[in-house]
């Protein structure tokens, strides 16, 4: 029986010591990264940030800041672009409402109205959302055009990721 005990107590520290190695490795990569992305995720950003859609735009649309990364609190890639524009809501919208179906993207619909646009499809095994939103950066008026992903099971509604 003493032989048994031993073999349990070791067990047990092996099984003590993966868990803690783990958490700390796991705290290292998000202290490093700023996110909770795993590798595979991390790996989805180039692929998002590839997406023809991101490129395109209207004609009085200019081109001002694309930028990529995993949010810090929930483990989704993205991937965007802003645009200065001095054109109506309805003029990008409708441009975007074109490029996106043709792209193979579906319109998302939502409960709640909104002034962003949102649409979805798959890229490889993720699930893809691209939203398409008016805004201002540091005074620039114009919008941004995002698509974020997951590999979980996320609302059809894009609730999470538009």
Same mark, same amino acid.
């Given at each position: 029986?003493?032989?048994?005990?031993?073999?349990?107590?070791?067990?047990?520290?092996?099984?003590?010591?993966?868990?803690?190695?783990?958490?700390?490795?796991?705290?290292?990569?998000?202290?490093?990264? $700023?996110?909770?992305?795993?590798?595979? #995720? =991390?790996?989805?950003?180039?692929?998002?940030?590839?997406? /023809? @859609?991101?490129? !395109?735009?209207?004609?009085?649309?200019?081109?001002?800041?694309?930028?990529?990364?995993?949010?810090?609190?929930?483990?989704?890639?993205?991937?965007?672009?802003?645009?200065?524009?001095?054109?109506?809501?309805?003029?990008?919208?409708?441009?975007?409402?074109?490029?996106?179906?043709?792209? $193979?993207?579906?319109?998302?619909?939502? #409960? =709640?109205?909104?002034?962003?646009?949102?649409?979805?499809? /798959? @890229?490889?095994? !993720?699930?893809?959302?691209?939203?398409?939103?008016?805004?201002?950066?540091?005074?620039?008026?114009?919008?941004?055009?995002?698509?974020?992903?997951?590999?979980?099971?996320?609302?059809?509604?894009?609730?999470?990721?538009?």
């Amino acid at each position: 029986m003493k032989v048994r005990s031993g073999y349990m107590k070791i067990i047990a520290g092996l099984a003590v010591t993966a868990l803690l190695l783990g958490g700390l490795a796991y705290m290292t990569l998000t202290t490093f990264t $700023g996110s909770e992305c795993t590798s595979e #995720e =991390e790996d989805l950003i180039p692929v998002l940030a590839a997406q /023809k @859609i991101l490129t !395109a735009h209207p004609e009085k649309a200019v081109a001002q800041d694309g930028y990529t990364g995993c949010f810090p609190d929930d483990p989704f890639p993205y991937a965007g672009n802003f645009y200065e524009f001095s054109g109506t809501w309805e003029e990008y919208t409708s441009f975007y409402e074109t490029a996106a179906r043709a792209d $193979g993207w579906r319109p998302v619909v939502t #409960e =709640e109205p909104s002034e962003d646009i949102c649409y979805t499809r /798959k @890229i490889g095994e !993720a699930t893809a959302f691209l939203s398409v939103g008016g805004h201002s950066v540091d005074g620039v008026e114009g919008y941004g055009i995002d698509i974020s992903a997951s590999y979980g099971d996320v609302p059809e509604d894009g609730e999470l990721l538009c």
